[in-house]
């Protein structure tokens, strides 16, 4: 049981490249969500989706897109990626559909720098 | 907008000694949840309790919910230096909007051998 997997752990990239930070969690959760987190300011939510086919937006969508078309999968996009999107970044999942109401799993991360 | 903020930013103890950290959040919420963060790792879920609920033990955490005072509290006890992390609460409004859960910016505490 791998739990959450993110790909890629570290990232370089140059300003205007774009690239797809890959999530994928096998215990069949509902819920999928994205996180930045930059220092001084915790975890700051991107994306969400409380289902295949279903994503909104987080309190910082702005420059990133997501899709969800299988339950296991929520793949964040960076189409032309920015100095201001260098991060950490988390995906977590629940089976709640509702995140208060049940743990986040995590995954370790993605260390994404941008040139 | 972030929901919760904890208090201190930092914390720093010896090992053994009882490590408090505090979280307020603005508007009500259903249920809180802590968190804990190791250096360069993912978050890992602690204890979630229920807004009807006053009080939550699980092993040396002790977790507190004051919904009148709009605050929390996390209560390690006869810490170890594996204790040292980032510790964060966690919460989403009440009603419709809890497809949303955010964080505070967190207690970096650490235990000290």
């Known amino acids: 049981n791998a739990g959450v997997t993110q790909t890629p752990k570290f990232q370089v990239l140059k300003t205007g490249q774009s690239m797809t930070l890959q999530c994928a969690q096998d215990m069949n959760h509902e819920y999928m969500s994205w996180y930045r987190q930059d220092p001084g300011m915790g975890l700051r939510l991107i994306h969400y989706s409380v289902g295949a086919g279903i994503t909104d937006q987080g309190e910082v969508p702005n420059g990133y897109n997501v899709s969800r078309s299988t339950t296991e999968d929520f793949p964040l996009r960076l189409l032309s990626a920015a100095p201001s999107q260098t991060s950490v970044y988390f995906c977590?999942?629940?089976?709640?559909?509702?995140?208060?109401?049940?743990?986040?799993?995590f995954g370790d991360g993605t260390r994404l720098s941008i040139l | 907008s972030q929901q919760g903020e904890e208090d201190p930013q930092a914390l720093s103890i010896q090992e053994g000694e009882n490590a408090t950290m505090n979280c307020s959040y603005k508007?009500?919420?259903?249920?809180l949840q802590w968190y804990r963060q190791n250096s360069g790792r993912g978050l890992v879920h602690l204890i979630l309790?229920?807004?009807?609920?006053r009080e939550k033990h699980s092993g040396r955490l002790r977790v507190t919910l004051d919904t009148s005072k709009k605050s929390s509290s996390l209560l390690i006890t006869a810490s170890r230096a594996a204790d040292t992390a980032s510790y964060f609460c966690a919460t989403a409004l009440s009603g419709g909007s809890n497809y949303k859960l955010t964080f505070g910016k967190g207690t970096l505490l650490t235990v000290n051998p």
């Open positions: 309790i229920r807004s009807n609920e």
């Open positions: 508007t009500s919420i259903n249920n």
């Open positions: 977590a999942s629940s089976k709640d559909p509702r995140p208060s109401n049940q743990p986040q799993h």
